[in-house]
């Protein structure tokens, strides 16, 4: 069960929205960069946010994600949805002239593909991780 106070409401579905875009690129099989200059294009042209990307506080890059990343790369996982992020992720800097980091969500979200775990999953996983986070503090 997910109550309000579990989760921020603006983080509310980050992480399986997230997954849900790597995915669609993922299954595309055209080149990577291309599908995600159309992606990001058909989110500029409506007006949307890309789940995962963007931070007030980073704005180089979110350290939190550099180091899950780095696990991933020494545990030798498969970095095919990594690579997908951060194609978005230099895709929404070419197209807007800004950086839009890749955030710790978009980072857990590639993740999760990597280790082979279903979309749906992905909020439950985010208020668990903030449920640990606020025991831990």
């Known amino acids: ?5 579990d989760l921020n409401p ?22 990577i960069e291309k599908s ?3 992606l990001v294009d058909y989110y500029i042209n409506n007006k949307e946010k890309i789940s995962g990307f963007g931070h007030p506080y980073y704005k180089d890059f979110d ?11 020494k545990n030798e996982l498969d970095i095919q949805f990594m690579n997908i992020a951060r194609q978005i992720e230099h895709s929404l800097e070419d197209r807007l002239d ?10 857990i979200a590639a993740l999760l593909l990597t280790l082979d775990i279903d979309s749906l999953a ?3 996983i985010l208020v668990s991780l903030n449920n640990i986070t606020l025991v831990t503090n």
């Not at 997954?19 to 993922?26: C, G, L, T």
Request: proline share 2%; aromatic share 8%.
């Open 10 to 31: 603006e983080n509310r579905g980050v992480i399986t929205k997230a997954m849900d875009v790597f995915k669609e690129i993922s299954g595309k099989g055209d080149d």
């Open 1 to 5: 069960l997910v109550s309000s106070l």
């Open 36 to 38: 995600s200059i159309k």
């Open 63 to 73: 350290p939190r994600a550099k180091s899950l990343f780095e696990v991933a790369r």
């Open 122 to 124: 992905g909020e439950s």
């Open 98 to 107: 800004q950086k839009f980091v890749l955030n710790i969500y978009g980072a």
